[in-house]
């Protein structure tokens, strides 16, 4: 693979769940987590499955390997009346960083609201995350919200 190859954004396919697994516990992995394999099933399912308020999933695809996955959902919300849009799991291979997968990803979430009419698009990462968010500093605005969850 060559910075020349280009890159191919699609939707996920029953094919891909071997690479999509690698690529999401890499994903996991750099959030120090893992997951059972029901939950792998599970989610695999769900992606596949069609519903509009289930999540969704793209694959970055180079020299036809996925190296790149996107999860993003629709959900209503109580300020609009238009559902939102929550990018919530974004993972390039270390092998492709820096030549624009993650972007590539990010606009094809943007273009899939957009076909939804979701005006909104939004994304949570980790604040020590420096990588990632020198392309969210490019491709999108910080906001000043704090997120808080019930304690385990």
């Excluded at 059972?36 to 180079?62: K, N, Q, W």
């Excluded at 990010?106 to 604040?127: F, N, R, S």
Aim: charged share 20%; aromatic share 12%; glycine share 8%.
């Amino acid at each position: 693979m060559t910075n020349q190859t280009p890159t191919t954004i699609r939707p996920l396919r029953t094919g891909d769940e071997t690479a999509w697994r690698v690529l999401w516990t890499d994903y996991l992995a750099f959030y120090k987590t893992t997951r059972p394999d029901a939950v792998y099933a599970s989610t695999f399912a769900r992606l596949l499955g069609g519903d509009d308020h289930d999540f969704h999933c793209l694959i970055a695809e180079r020299d036809g390997m996925p190296v790149g996955l996107a999860h993003y959902l629709f959900h209503r919300h109580c300020w609009r009346i238009e559902s939102v849009c929550y990018l919530q799991d974004l993972f390039a291979d270390p092998s492709v960083r820096g030549i624009g997968v993650g972007r590539q990803l990010i606009e094809a979430v943007y273009a899939a609201a957009d076909t939804a009419g979701a005006p909104t698009v939004y994304w949570l990462t980790q604040d020590d995350n420096t990588t990632g968010r020198q392309l969210y500093d490019r491709v999108g605005k910080l906001t000043n919200f704090i997120k808080y969850e019930r304690p385990s």
